[in-house]
Structures are given as structure tokens and as C-alpha cells.
């Protein structure tokens, strides 16, 4: 579950608020059968609340957005994404620390 600051991205809004958006955003391939998945989003919601403005938090239900997983080729979830003006920067797969997941974003500020 997402909390209101972080978004639901499907194949259907992915150019609305992926690739149009102004500032950089981190998108989270999860399911909800994945414990790693799990285990990171209560701090996706906290850095997307303590980044908004700055950053946007997406995330990806892979059960439901097979287009999109196909497009990314998502081998393994948790998978995050960052993307800056429209294009991929960076990609890191698996569960990570508040602390990386800060040192990733602030690369993209």
C-alpha cells in the first residue's frame, strides 16, 4: 500500500508522471507476495513525504502492470529506478538501507 505521497504508476499515466515530470523519480517494482517489497515501504513513504517536492516515489505492482515489466525486462523485485528528465539514470535491484536510498536520490538533486 502507498501513502498519499507516493504514487501508483501504471502503463497508463507512466508518460504523465514518469517521463514529464519536472523533478527525478524513483520508481519501486514490488508485489504484495514479496517480503523484501515489504520490508522497504514504510521508508519509500517516509523519504517520499521528507522529498516532496523534490522527488517523486512511484511505485509499479508487477501482477499488475505486466506491459511495463516487459519494458524494463524486471528480473527480480524489489527493483527501483530512478529516472531524471525523462530518462533512466539508475537502476538498483533488492531491499536497501534509508541511507542508500538517500545517497541514491540526492546523486539526482
Do not use: H
Not at 10 to 24: G, R
Not at 35 to 59: M, N, Q, W
Request: aromatic share 8%.
Amino acid at each position: 500500500m502507498a501513502s498519499e505521497k507516493v504514487l501508483t504508476i501504471t502503463n497508463a499515466n507512466f508518460d504523465e508522471m514518469v517521463l514529464q515530470s519536472k523533478v527525478p523519480v524513483l520508481l519501486d517494482f514490488w508485489a504484495l507476495w514479496c517480503g523484501p517489497c515489504k520490508a522497504i515501504a514504510p521508508t519509500l513513504d517516509e523519504l517520499a513525504s521528507e522529498y516532496d517536492g523534490r522527488f517523486v516515489i512511484g511505485k509499479i505492482n508487477v501482477d499488475e502492470e505486466s506491459a511495463l515489466i516487459q519494458n524494463f525486462n524486471i528480473m527480480s523485485i524489489p527493483t527501483l529506478i530512478v529516472y531524471k528528465d525523462g530518462q533512466q539514470a539508475e537502476r538498483v535491484v533488492g531491499a536497501r538501507s534509508k541511507a542508500d536510498l538517500k545517497l541514491l536520490m540526492d546523486k539526482y538533486l
